[in-house]
Every structure is written in structure tokens, then in C-alpha cells.
């Protein structure tokens, strides 16, 4: 293979493992835009969509859109009863206790899952028969092709819900003034369950592409995912969905070419080293603004 | 059709509105006039369901409202124009007058902005816009039309005429003077207190959080106690 189709390869492969970076990073930045939380719960809303998902296919193998709707529907549920249940209680806290609430949440789910299904990692049965498709000199998976349709179907879907809806219109109102859009008529509370709801579908969607690319579930399967993708949505700039997306595919793509170089072993301190340099050198990523603090 | 009844507002253990009651009667406009801190924008976020009265009763159109969540109370038709025109800077003129009329059925919603756009032409020329970019004054334009969408039966609006110039706040009084001939009750809060005197049917004078004087807007401007604290006579 020349080195040309072997780069080929390889940026779709950046792509794919992108692809589902950006699906997770923009539930983050979407639940920061509006209550300003990093919501480290999210990573293991991926974890449980992801037992769903193995959950169906074990049970129910035949039957592989079932298990990705229970997968979407499950984490929708989950992170809209979080919001509810631990974060909303906390509305008016200081914003320190809503971060350590989150982190709570975090063990919580991943120490349940643990306590219920073991640790041990559980191999997820293939959704779809995974081929290899040749274009020229370059073969690709389906599972890769795959993986990027259905994210950029998703984010054509995000964008429309955003800008042309009225809930779309008041999530952007209320991430930016939240009691300035409760004096327009917004319920608020409604708003922001609304995006966690949209936040954690789009989680859901990330854990069966993950099961895809790496067909085995584990109780801490989401804190490594959920790191790179915060990475990612800060690399993008936090609050930001567009942002969100481009660093999903910055990290995705950084991850494996480090790895193609011969350095895998050195790909997640990488990853992490260009989190240090964005908080360093534009600490509100590419695509954020720089919004002074209101008073 | 407002009548608030001793409230008490506190902020922790502050406490800001100490048993303050008015009233607003259908197509008045009453003016609550006083000091930087005297409370006037807390009484105004306390009708608007922000903040609480810890007690005291807040009724509108015969119906205790003090309870109610504030989307709740602006769909009755009791809308605030907060101070500082507050526009959601991301989010163009047409947006951000789409978002005054979050309560309204979607079908009416073009006819309510040609009748702002008609209102206010520059806005109609800056539709597209981000809020961000507009000048003060268009803002504040922007902020009263946004006010307006949702169709209220009472617009209070906080401290319009600030930081504007003094060819905008005339301005500004002659919109508040025409909505009110449209047939909107108005409760204005103003720092200004001789412009709002003078449009204004009734006024009452806060300080620190309780009614230190009351009257037509005629009296009050014509009282020495008010000329020598407000009128800077």
C-alpha cells in the first residue's frame, strides 16, 4: 500500500474515532452552555447506553435497531432524571457544589454498574455484518463509514433543532441570560431539561458507535471516552456546538496518526498534552468567545 | 388590576422590601420613583416571580400571582422590560423579538413584528443583525418592542431612560406615552422622576424598601420633599 492511501486510512479512521469524540463532547458543551456544569455524569451516561445496547444484542441479537432505540431512549431517560433528581435541587448553590454533585454521579453509576454486572469487560455482539470496502487503492470498514454518516446526520439535525426551532431559540436565550428569557416566558426548567434530554440522545447515539468501533462494554468504559471528549469540547471551545464538533475531530485524528507514527502508547498523554497547551495558550479554544463575567 | 399587599423581600438576611404595598389601576401608569438601592428593581423582580416575598400577597386581575413561576405570570400578560435592556446578544433582532413572544401562538407571531417593525423602523432595517451590534438606543428600542410581543395587558418597565442620551430618553417617553394610548397599563420605575412625573397618572416614592410619599404625578412633582431629593430643586 502506498503511503498515500495509508494516510487515506488513516484520516478515516481519525474520523470515525472523532466522530464519536464530537457526539460526546457536544453533550458537554451543550449542558455547560446552559448551567454553566461540567457535567462529568456524562461519561457515564455512554457506560450505561452501552450495556443497553450489550444488554439487547446479547438477548436479542436479530434485532439490532431495538437495542440502539433502547440505548438512545435509555440514556435520554437517565440524563434527564440526573438533571432532575441531583443537579436541579442545587440551582441556586454555589456553582462548586453542582461540580462535585457531578462527580458523585460519576462513581455513583460507574460503581452500581460494578456492583451489579461485574468488572470484568462483556464483548458486545456485532450490530451489523462489518465489511471492507475497496476504493482505489484505499479499503475502508463500513463500520468507519458508518460511524461518520450517522454523525454528521445528527449534527445537520442538532444545527436545524438550534436554529430554526423555538426551543432551539430559547436554549440559546437561556444559556445566555437565563432570567432575562424566564422574563420573556421561557420555563426554564423545561429548557434545560430539554437539553440535557438532547445532550444525553446524543451520548446514547456515541455508545453504540463506540460499541462499534470497540465491541466490549466495562463499568469504567466512559471515564477515558468522557475525558478525550471534554478535552475536545474545551479544545473547540466549551458552550460551543460547532466547536464541539471540530475538536472531536481534532482529537479523533490526533489519536491516530500518533498511534500510525509508532508513539500508540504515548496517544492519551498527547491528548492531554494539547489540553495543557489550549488552557495555556487560548483557554477559551477555537471557537469560544472570551465573555467578560456579568455583574 | 396590580395590587401588591405588604410584602417582605429579603435577599439572605437583608431585608430589602419591608411591607410595601401599591396598586395599578386598568390603563393607568404609575410610576415608582427613588434612589439608587431603594428597591424599586426588586419590587419589579418580585412581581415578575425572580425573586419571593417571604409574605404579603401579589394580586393580578383578582388572582394571588406571589407563587406563580415567572413564564407562568408573563403568559398572564404581566411583562417586565428589566433594566439594562438585557437583548440576548447572539441571537438577531428578529429572534430576540420571537423570544418576547415565547407565550404566543406561533401563527401570530409575523403579524405581532410587522406591527414592531412598524413601530420601529430601524429595527426593521436591522432584522437580520445580531442584538450585539446594535447602539444603545436601538436596543432600548428593541427591548420595549420585545416587551410589547407578548401582547401585555401590563408592561413594567425598569429604569428605560438609563444611560441613553437626552434626545433618546424623549424618545423613549414618547413610546411609553403611545403604548399607553394603544391601551397598554404601564408601571414605570424610573431614576429620571421629573420625566416620569410628568407622564405618569399616579406615583408612589420609595425608600429603602418602604413608601415614604404618595400621590398624582402632579402633586409629587410639585411636593418640596420630592423637588429637593429627586428634582434637584
Avoid at chain 1, 104 to 123: C, D, F, H, R, V
Wanted: aromatic share 6%; glycine share 10%.
Amino acid at each position: 500500500m502506498s503511503t498515500f492511501s495509508l494516510i487515506i486510512k488513516q484520516i478515516i479512521n481519525g474520523l470515525q474515532l472523532g466522530s464519536i469524540f464530537a457526539l460526546v463532547a457536544v453533550g458537554y458543551s451543550m449542558v455547560y452552555g446552559i448551567i454553566r456544569l461540567l457535567n462529568f455524569a456524562h461519561c457515564d451516561i455512554i457506560m450505561v447506553g452501552a450495556y443497553i445496547a450489550w444488554f439487547f444484542m446479547a438477548n436479542f441479537a436479530n434485532m439490532p435497531l431495538i437495542a440502539v432505540a433502547a440505548s438512545i431512549l435509555g440514556c435520554t431517560l437517565l440524563g434527564v432524571t440526573i438533571e432532575k433528581v441531583a443537579y436541579k435541587p442545587l440551582r441556586s448553590s454555589p456553582r462548586i457544589s453542582l461540580l462535585i454533585t457531578a462527580i458523585g454521579i460519576s462513581y455513583l453509576l460507574e460503581n452500581t454498574a460494578q456492583l451489579m454486572l461485574g468488572a470484568a469487560a462483556k464483548k458486545v455482539p456485532g450490530f451489523f455484518t462489518v465489511e471492507t470496502i475497496r476504493i482505489g487503492q484505499v479499503t475502508v470498514s463500513t463500520a468507519s463509514l458508518v460511524t461518520i454518516a450517522v454523525l454528521a446526520i445528527s449534527m445537520v439535525l442538532l444545527t436545524l433543532l438550534v436554529q430554526k426551532t423555538k426551543l432551539g431559540r430559547a436554549m440559546r436565550a437561556v444559556s445566555e441570560d437565563a432570567e432575562t428569557a424566564q422574563l420573556m416566558g421561557t420555563n426554564i426548567n423545561g429548557t434545560i431539561s430539554f437539553t440535557f434530554a438532547v445532550g444525553s440522545a446524543l451520548a446514547g447515539i456515541g455508545s453504540v458507535l463506540y460499541c462499534c468501533a470497540y465491541p466490549q462494554v466495562s463499568p469504567t468504559m466512559g471515564s477515558m471516552l468522557g475525558l478525550k471528549a471534554f478535552v475536545a469540547a474545551v479544545l473547540g471551545g466549551i458552550g460551543s456546538i460547532p466547536g464541539a464538533m471540530i475538536g472531536g475531530f481534532m482529537i479523533g485524528l490526533t489519536e491516530v496518526f500518533v498511534s500510525a507514527i509508532g508513539l500508540s502508547t504515548w496517544k492519551d498523554a498527547v491528548v492531554f498534552l494539547i489540553l495543557i497547551i489550549i488552557l495555556l495558550v487560548k483557554p477559551s479554544g477555537i471557537l469560544g468567545k472570551t465573555v467578560s463575567e456579568k455583574v | 388590576m396590580l395590587k401588591v399587599e405588604n410584602i417582605n423581600v429579603y435577599y439572605d438576611n437583608i431585608h430589602v422590601i419591608k411591607n410595601l404595598s401599591f396598586d395599578v389601576n386598568d390603563g393607568e401608569i404609575v410610576t415608582l420613583i427613588g434612589a439608587n438601592g431603594a428597591g424599586k428593581s426588586t419590587t419589579l423582580k418580585t412581581i415578575s416571580g425572580i425573586l419571593r416575598p417571604k409574605t404579603g400577597n401579589i394580586v393580578f386581575e383578582n388572582e394571588e400571582i406571589q407563587s406563580l413561576a415567572p413564564h407562568k405570570i408573563v403568559s398572564k400578560g404581566l411583562v417586565q422590560v428589566p433594566e439594562g435592556r438585557r437583548m440576548f446578544q447572539n441571537l438577531t433582532v428578529e429572534e430576540n423579538l420571537e423570544m418576547g413572544a415565547y407565550t404566543l401562538p406561533k401563527g401570530e407571531i409575523p403579524d405581532m413584528i410587522e406591527d414592531i417593525f412598524a413601530r420601529f423602523p430601524r429595527l426593521k432595517e436591522r432584522r437580520k443583525q445580531v442584538a450585539g451590534t446594535l447602539s444603545g438606543g436601538e436596543q432600548q428600542m428593541l427591548a420595549m418592542g420585545r416587551g410589547l410581543m407578548s401582547r401585555p395587558k401590563l408592561l413594567m418597565l425598569d429604569e428605560p431612560s438609563m444611560g441613553l442620551a437626552p434626545l433618546l430618553v424623549d424618545q423613549v417617553f414618547d413610546i411609553i406615552s403611545e403604548m399607553h394610548a394603544a391601551g397598554v397599563t404601564i408601571l414605570l420605575v424610573e431614576q429620571n422622576a421629573s420625566m416620569a412625573l410628568q407622564v405618569a397618572d399616579r406615583g408612589y416614592v420609595l425608600e429603602t424598601g418602604k413608601i415614604a410619599l404618595y400621590g398624582s404625578g402632579k402633586e409629587l412633582s410639585e411636593s418640596e420633599q420630592v423637588k429637593k431629593a429627586y428634582l434637584g430643586g
